[in-house]
């Protein structure tokens, strides 16, 4: 059983940057395909951003338009999301997703864990 844990989150300015993690235990990153999801109020989840456990990459191209970067700590057995240039439409609560051995999807259905999530909001 894998448990996922965020941090990161809170308020900050149009234009500001924020670094989200996910700690992982039950399981170690290096094996693990996780993502990063979003939900706005009213809204579908979104996949933000996600890295295989082979270490490919992939992000939502459309919606973070390259100020967002995903990467994996060993060490600390987590996996960050480091967010610049944040804009009102980054506000949402984000959720970190692991699958065993996965392949980094851009698909919530494919990931058995979730975290709990964390705030993340953006003011003009």
């Known amino acids: 059983q894998v448990h996922l844990v965020e941090s990161g989150g809170g308020s900050v300015q149009a234009g500001g940057s924020l670094r989200l993690s996910c700690a992982a235990s039950?399981?170690?990153?290096?094996?693990?395909?996780m993502g990063w999801f979003r939900q706005a109020p009213g809204k579908e989840r979104e996949f933000v951003a996600a890295?295989?456990?082979?270490?490919?990459?992939?992000y939502n191209v459309d919606a973070v338009k390259g100020r967002f970067t995903i990467s994996r700590d060993t060490a600390k057995n987590t996996v960050d999301l480091q967010m610049d240039s944040l804009e009102p439409e980054d506000t949402a609560v984000y959720y970190c997703?692991?699958?065993?051995?996965?392949?980094?999807?851009?698909?919530?259905?494919?990931?058995?864990?979730w975290g709990q999530g964390t705030q993340v909001t953006v003011s003009e």
């Open positions: 997703a692991a699958d065993v051995l996965g392949p980094g999807s851009e698909k919530p259905s494919l990931y058995d864990y």
């Open positions: 039950g399981g170690t990153v290096s094996r693990l395909g």
């Open positions: 890295i295989a456990w082979s270490g490919r990459k992939k």
